[in-house]
């Protein structure tokens, strides 16, 4: 099991890796994350060096344990955005994301949150961007526990227009459409991971409570990709929609 001082020193490389754009190509053996709960350190420990929390990421399939990643509130942007960076290269995803309304800190009984009461917490939907960017070298494959150290390869979040009547428009079979560059990359019909874009919202409330982090207000959630991440090149500009909650745009600029 890695040590606290383990945990320090994997996001030590991480932090510098964000900031100069060199892939970790290979970490020492000690440092690797043996449970879910220290790779969650790592990621905190990386937000702490860097700034501070504005949302997660996260994925769960059917009622299995999820997995989630941190977002850095510098990093999130309100569409149409457009931003230089070329220290190593992006992905979009079209995803569909929440901001919160109100904290969920955990039950003072220690109770889980409702679903009910987990959607009572969020202020609106959006279309949104996650950007990607992993820190560690395609090959050799990074060990899942080392990915979500990694934030699961988070770089950012665009946010689209808010829709506050958001849980009638949560269906599986929702139209979405993604452009980069004027090239269709994703035209599809439903295809969400979690089948539903809200599925995963409860098990994440409940699991970071249960860490001791809780959801607070205006922290934005996004919840899995359509169609999965596709390279953005410098100069390019990256348009989708999802059906009911409108169009967003990014543009990555040629430093």
């Not at 059917?62 to 569409?79: D, P, Q």
């Not at 808010?162 to 929702?174: G, H």
Request: net charge negative; aromatic share 6%; glycine share 10%.
């Amino acid at each position: 099991m890695p040590s606290e001082t383990a945990v320090q020193r994997l996001a030590a490389l991480l932090v510098d890796a964000r900031r100069t754009g060199r892939k970790l190509a290979s970490i020492e053996n000690d440092l690797i994350p043996t449970a879910a709960m220290q790779a969650d350190a790592v990621q905190m420990a990386v937000v702490d060096a860097l700034g501070r929390i504005g949302g997660y990421k996260v994925l769960q399939i059917g009622e299995a344990e999820g997995a989630w990643g941190a977002i850095l509130f510098s990093h999130v942007y309100a569409a149409p955005a457009a931003t230089n960076y070329d220290l190593s290269p992006l992905k979009v995803e079209v995803e569909v994301a929440f901001r919160m309304a109100h904290d969920l800190p955990g039950k003072p009984d220690g109770s889980a949150y409702s679903t009910e009461e987990v959607h009572d917490a969020v202020g609106c939907a959006f279309v949104a961007f996650e950007i990607l960017e992993s820190r560690l070298a395609a090959d050799p494959k990074p060990a899942p526990l080392l990915s979500r150290a990694d934030a699961m390869g988070n770089w950012g979040l665009i946010s689209g227009p808010a829709v506050t009547n958001w849980l009638p428009l949560m269906k599986s079979d929702l139209e979405v459409s993604l452009e980069i560059a004027g090239r269709s990359v994703v035209s599809q019909t439903g295809g969400h991971p979690s089948g539903l874009p809200h599925h995963a919202l409860t098990w994440l409330a409940n699991a970071l409570a249960k860490a001791g982090h809780g959801l607070v207000a205006g922290q934005v959630v996004t919840t899995g990709a359509f169609g999965g991440g596709h390279l953005i090149a410098p100069g390019e500009t990256a348009i989708a929609s999802i059906e009911g909650l409108g169009s967003i745009r990014f543009t990555l600029n040629r430093s």
